[in-house]
């Protein structure tokens, strides 16, 4: 399939990126005085607070580091290259959002010490750290699908960053809307909400509900975008 | 090989080719001769399946354009104006990754072969972006025949060089036409001349002659670049037949 051969690619330049290291550098030190914060001050056994501000943090983190999936094809030109190569619109998609989600696993991954460290020193709930891991993944993979659409849609690379980040802050955000309206309008602000959803994960919730939410989102946000790519060629 | 019918494409309400109409025959290599703006690239990128036509038939190898894309961009390779290939890549694994997405078997002896067909074996391991104009190029053919298309189509493939660089990549670009069918668009007498059995002239969007070029007129001359109006001075010293109104 090629769109793991575009996957594949896309991953090297990834690990050719100083802004890469950085970014992910910077993510580890975050994560990490939350995690020495929560060990230390309140003698919590538990990664709940890391995934919540790590999930806050991937809001800003993933938009900022991927911004340049797309719109570096338009900007070179590269994406003439590509489409005039046996390749469909949906692989060219597919295969950008692997490869970020793939980086995204390598930044994430180092986070696993946290666990250990508690495993050493405590008794940490194992399931809820895992379903959290889960959370984190499927909310980072709607985070970069939206960076993936962003990209696809804008000229320049510090506009699909701001586009990106509204749209996930928005989403993020939505939630806090559906305590403002009553009935059915409420609750489908709640449901469209990213927070809501990851925040289950975050606690050790897992309920196929919020797997649909995301998975859903993910499948029609990179649909769009393969539209959105149409349109624009 | 191809087969172009009344092909028009309109970008809004402006038609930048109109109604055009050639066959290019297996072996043959056909020239797109016109000046800057006269309408080459969108027509070239429309027969690489890049964009697609408003309205008219293309047939590129028995296969129609806007029901086969996919099998004919399988079986032409490219070489784009300008040539932008990912200049973050080595010249060795762009031509892999070019490789395997047309799935070539036995891909590393492939590329190594054109690697060494276009002299390129000093800068396998070198950036693209990091290569000078002239190799930049014929990075830009390697990856276009790297898995043996049937027709190659190139898109003012000597535009930018310097003359000393032009007489290089002719040394290039002249086995190809032997070897593949090839379409190549130019603004560039020259280029004509050294490659094309025949050629096509267009201005405004529409092809307003064509000249069958005997093997003389094949030979290297110093390089000439079309001046405003050349389309009907040349036409008129090739004896060209001419529609009045493009002239």
């Known amino acids: 399939m090629n769109a793991l ?15 890469a290291y950085l970014i992910g550098a910077f993510f580890l030190f975050i994560t990490g005085i939350v995690f020495s914060f929560n060990v230390v001050a309140h003698h919590q056994a538990t990664l709940s607070p890391v995934f919540e501000v790590a999930g806050i943090t991937l809001i800003f983190f993933i938009p900022i580091l991927m911004n340049h999936l797309l719109v570096r094809e338009f900007q070179r030109g590269t994406l003439e290259l590509l489409m005039t190569s046996p390749v469909a619109l949906w692989e060219i998609v597919l295969g950008k959002f ?12 180092p986070t696993i010490a946290y666990l250990f460290i508690l495993i050493y020193f405590g008794q940490p709930d194992l399931p809820v750290a895992l379903v959290g891991y889960f959370g984190l993944f499927l909310f980072g ?15 320049n690379r510090l506009t699909a960053v701001i586009l990106s980040v509204a749209l996930a802050a928005f989403l993020w ?19 469209l909400s990213s927070q809501y959803h990851f925040l289950d994960f975050v606690v050790g919730v897992l309920t196929i509900s ?24 | 090989m191809i087969e172009i019918e009344n092909i028009t494409k309109h970008f809004g309400n402006k038609a930048v080719i109109q109604n055009v109409n050639f066959k290019v025959e297996k072996g043959e290599t056909v020239g797109l001769y016109g000046q800057t703006g006269a309408g080459k690239t969108t027509l070239i990128r429309v027969l690489t399946a890049y964009m697609f036509p408003s309205s008219g038939k293309l047939t590129i190898l028995g296969y129609n354009i806007l029901s086969h894309s996919h099998e004919i961009r399988r ?17 060795e694994n762009y031509l892999t990754f070019v490789a395997r997405l047309h799935r070539v078997n036995d891909r590393h002896r492939r590329v190594c072969q054109v690697i060494e067909e276009f002299q390129l074996s000093r800068h396998t391991k070198t950036l693209i972006g990091k290569l000078p104009l002239d190799l930049h190029r014929r990075v830009g053919l390697a990856q276009a025949v790297v898995f043996n298309p049937e027709i190659l189509i190139l898109d003012q493939p000597t535009a930018g060089l310097a003359p000393d660089q032009i007489m290089e990549i002719y ?3 002249k086995p190809l036409t032997n070897q593949y069918t090839v379409f190549l668009s130019t603004h560039t007498w020259c280029d004509v001349e050294q490659f094309c059995d025949r050629v096509l002239m267009m201005d405004k969007g529409r092809i307003v002659g064509e000249k069958r070029l005997k093997m003389s007129q094949r030979r290297v001359e110093p390089r000439k670049v079309a001046e405003p109006g050349a ?17």
């Open chain 1, 5 to 19: 051969v575009v996957a594949k690619r896309e991953f090297e330049t990834f690990l050719v990126s100083p802004t």
């Open chain 1, 98 to 109: 692997l490869a970020a989600f793939l980086f995204l696993v390598v930044m994430v991954a």
């Open chain 1, 141 to 155: 993979g709607l985070l970069i699908s939206i960076v993936v659409m962003s990209s696809a849609m804008c000229t």
């Open chain 1, 173 to 191: 955000l939505i939630g806090r809307l559906g305590a403002v309206f009553n009935g059915s309008v409420g609750a489908i602000l709640t449901y």
């Open chain 1, 210 to 233: 919020n797997i649909t939410y995301f998975v859903s989102m993910i499948v029609a946000i990179l649909y769009l975008t393969t539209h959105i790519l149409k349109i624009r060629l």
């Open chain 2, 75 to 91: 079986r032409v390779g490219y070489l784009p104006q300008g040539v932008s290939l990912y200049g973050d890549m080595t010249v």
């Open chain 2, 171 to 173: 040394q290039f670009i």
């Open chain 2, 231 to 247: 389309i009907s001075i040349l036409a008129e010293a090739l004896s060209i037949s001419i529609n009045p109104i493009f002239r």
